[in-house]
């Protein structure tokens, strides 16, 4: 297998396909009810379903822009790997391809916005900047009040030019029996991405990205997860 094999199926008929199988596809990805009486799935699609459902490695994918919304699923096993992805009208996406492949397909998870002329001719300022990940959280209102405002530092730079987000969490079993996880978040800020690169003492740092670097950012989280597992 050279190339990535795509199918794109109603929900309810992906589900029964997996139901047939005997196993569970990550929830809240794939809308509808098994369908009842589907054929036996054939050796592609058998194999497509099993490693999304018993994956070594997953990377689930929630992604928000302009009122549009994209839910999606990475799962590596063995030397396959497969992705899944909710589409219009309770339908899905399978994907299946050469584990080698991951970083080219996780690209397909950015989305992607073409660049107005109102932000080529005045393009939004980069954002940067080094804030504790207590200055992301909403405020109580009950005594913010009473506070006065940033409305200079990178936190509210931030909250005042995002209009989209891009979230990944990488997913896999410990050798104890445990879970190994890892986070990453990019934001859309104006007419860019921005990603916030955790730094020790619960500090993140704003960092302008680009849609390519996706893959490298969840890399060091992904060899973590494939190393114990080989361990």
């Given amino acids: 297998m050279t190339a990535a094999r795509r199918l794109v199926l109603d929900g309810d008929e992906l589900l029964g396909y997996a139901r047939g199988l005997g196993l569970t596809l990550p929830p809240g990805i794939v809308a509808g009810d098994p369908l009842a009486g589907v054929p036996p799935a054939g ?8 490693v999304l459902a018993r994956p070594v490695a997953a990377v689930r994918v929630e992604a928000g822009m302009d009122g549009r919304a994209l839910r999606g699923w990475y799962a590596l096993a063995g030397v396959f790997g497969a992705s899944l992805f909710a589409l219009p009208g309770d339908r899905a996406e399978l994907s ?3 584990a080698a492949e991951i970083g ?3 690209l397909r998870a950015v989305p992607d916005e073409p660049a107005s002329v109102l932000s080529v001719l005045n393009p939004a300022s980069v954002l940067t900047g080094t804030v504790s990940l207590d ?4 405020p109580d209102p009950a005594w913010f009040t ?4 940033d409305t200079t530092g990178p936190v509210a730079r931030a909250r005042a030019v995002t209009h989209g987000t891009l979230s990944a969490l990488v997913t896999g079993r410990a050798p104890n ?6 986070r990453v978040v990019w934001l859309r800020t104006g007419d860019r991405w921005t990603g916030m690169r955790p730094l020790p003492g619960r500090r993140v740092r704003f960092e302008p990205v680009e849609p390519a670097d996706f893959p490298s950012w969840l890399a060091p989280a992904l060899a973590t997860v494939l190393e114990a597992s080989h361990g």
């Fill in 135 to 138: 200055e992301l959280r909403e």
């Fill in 177 to 182: 029996s445990g879970v190994l996880a890892g």
């Fill in 146 to 149: 009473w506070l006065p405002r």
């Fill in 96 to 98: 299946l391809f050469p």
């Fill in 43 to 50: 050796e592609a699609l058998a194999v497509n379903l099993g």
């Fill in 104 to 106: 080219r397909e996780l």
